[in-house]
């Protein structure tokens, strides 16, 4: 399914009425990996025997190390502490979603640089997930787990943010995406995509903004008041 205004949208995601996650990619051909997977890993072999799970192991230990000091409440378990590093950027088994649609088309289409391609929004059904990061086991998972994060900073609850947590590879294989009509999870019940017109991605930025759905409520901090002034100044 093509979409190319807001209203289109939301006429398409009617038809998803179980839907209760949303992620949007500025590139459609881009898979849904999380970042860890995006890490050169075939250059790290010889340093992890243990594989990814040392690699993790020795981001969020490095993370950990050095911003304890700048919070004013420490993360109570692992997954807590993934979601504050996956927040700043350190790389994770975390994916990101929207508990709301028009949230996660802003994230495909935000972005002027990708105009040139089609965008997508992934539509995720699920049979159950958890209703805390306290009810999932970071080391211990063996399927995809998704579950709602205690609203742990404003630009998670501005976003109405919800996560998938890959399970943990052992060796420095590649992870597997999450499929379009397909994925080996078991608590999966339907993963759709829907396509957003390259050509409509401007005009679709000026309708959310006139829903109040732009840099300055996605971000509600120093970062999304700058990037506010960069797209006004069409800064590259």
């Not at 759709?192 to 971000?219: H, P, T």
Request: net charge negative; with cysteine; hydrophobic share 40%.
């Amino acid at each position: 399914m093509e979409i190319d205004s807001v209203i289109s949208f939301l006429q398409e995601i009617d038809t998803h009425n179980i839907a209760k996650m949303f992620r949007g990619q500025a590139n459609f051909d881009w898979e849904l990996l999380p970042s860890l997977a995006r890490i050169n890993h075939d250059s790290l072999e010889s340093r992890y025997e243990s594989g990814w799970e040392g690699i993790e192991m020795d981001l969020l230990n490095t993370f950990k190390q050095h911003a304890v000091r700048y919070m004013d409440k420490e993360p109570k378990n692992k997954l807590e502490w993934m979601i504050q590093a996956q927040h700043h950027g350190v790389p994770t088994r975390l994916l990101d979603w929207s508990s709301n649609p028009l949230k996660a088309l802003y994230f495909a289409v935000e972005n002027p640089k990708y105009d040139h391609v089609n965008g997508s929004v992934y539509v995720l059904s699920l049979s159950s997930w958890a209703p805390t990061p306290e009810k999932v086991d970071a080391d211990s998972i063996i399927t995809m787990k998704a579950f709602f994060p205690v609203n742990i900073n404003d630009r998670i609850a501005s976003q109405e943010g919800c996560f998938t947590l890959f399970p943990q590879r052992k060796e420095l294989k590649e992870f597997k995406p999450i499929k379009h009509g397909f994925a080996p999870e078991t608590d999966i019940v339907n993963l759709s995509k829907i396509s957003i017109v390259k050509e409509a991605k401007a005009d679709i930025r000026k309708q959310l903004n006139k829903l109040g759905i732009n840099d300055l409520s996605i971000f509600p901090d120093l970062d999304g008041i700058a990037k506010s002034i960069r797209r006004q100044f069409d800064v590259l």
